[in-house]
């Protein structure tokens, strides 16, 4: 059975820092693209950041040079640094996992508020 558990979401002040993680189970971890999206409140879902097997990274614009995304093949986790937060940034966040010929696998999400 193949789980996409995250954690680490809340509330945090604008300019203020997040840090979401992924704990993966029932994949080989190292063999999938991991990424996270978001889905703001009315608005469809939208990629935020991936990462490839290699461990390229891309970002979505609006997030680029204020989040980082990371892997940890050892712990079959994925993290999601938020640095600068704005309100715009709230949204619920999911983890995504995708590999060529196999399911793509949601997590279940984890709402990030941005807020003073």
């Known amino acids: 059975q193949v789980q996409l558990v995250e954690s680490g979401g809340g509330l945090a002040q604008p300019g203020g820092s997040l840090r979401l993680s992924c704990a993966a189970s029932g994949i080989t971890f190292s063999a999938y693209t991991m990424g996270w999206y978001r889905q703001p409140p009315g608005k469809e879902r939208e990629l935020v950041a991936l990462?490839?097997?290699?461990?390229?990274?891309n970002y979505a614009d609006s997030v680029k040079d204020r989040f980082t995304i990371s892997r940890d093949s050892a712990k079959n986790t994925l993290y999601l640094q938020m640095n600068s937060l704005k309100p715009e940034d709230t949204s619920v966040y999911y983890c995504y996992a995708r590999r060529f010929s196999f399911p793509e696998y949601w997590g279940q999400g984890t709402q990030v508020t941005v807020s003073s």
């Open positions: 990462t490839s097997r290699g461990g390229s990274t």
